[in-house]
């Protein structure tokens, strides 16, 4: 069964920067795509990023889009969430999911993943 572990989260000041990690173990990640959720305290899950199995075509929520970038090394079975400019709203607790995927493509709906790592938080504070 695939175990998701997320690290790097920590608190950082407004136009910081942090990357975080999401390992997996269980299985190799060639045939998954992955999504990186995040929940603030009182808010629904929301979609941050996402990347097909094949590591192409990745998805911004318009949020992130030229701030974060996801990136996959299929070598480690870790995908990365490299997070720039951060600002106070990004503060939330930030989770990596799965799926078992063929697709060229990845969903950004929590509802479309089947494994969930237990998240690592984020503080953005001056």
């Known amino acids: 069964q695939l175990q998701l572990v997320e690290s790097g989260g920590g608190l950082v000041q407004p136009g910081g920067s942090l990357r975080l990690s999401c390992a997996a173990s269980?299985?190799?990640?060639?045939?998954?795509?992955i999504g990186w959720f995040r929940q603030a305290p009182g808010k629904e899950h929301e979609g941050v990023s996402c990347?097909?199995?094949?590591?192409?075509?990745?998805y911004y929520a318009d949020s992130v889009k030229d701030r974060f970038t996801i990136s996959i090394d299929n070598a480690k079975d870790t995908v990365y969430l490299q997070m720039n400019r951060l600002k106070l709203e990004d503060t939330a607790a930030y989770y990596c999911?799965?799926?078992?995927?063929?697709?060229?493509?990845?969903?950004?709906?929590?509802?479309?993943?089947?494994?969930w790592g237990q998240g690592t938080q984020v503080t953005v504070s001056s």
């Open positions: 999911a799965a799926t078992s995927s063929f697709s060229d493509a990845c969903v950004l709906g929590p509802n479309w993943y089947d494994d």
């Open positions: 269980g299985a190799a990640l060639d045939y998954y795509a």
């Open positions: 990347i097909s199995s094949s590591g192409g075509s990745p």
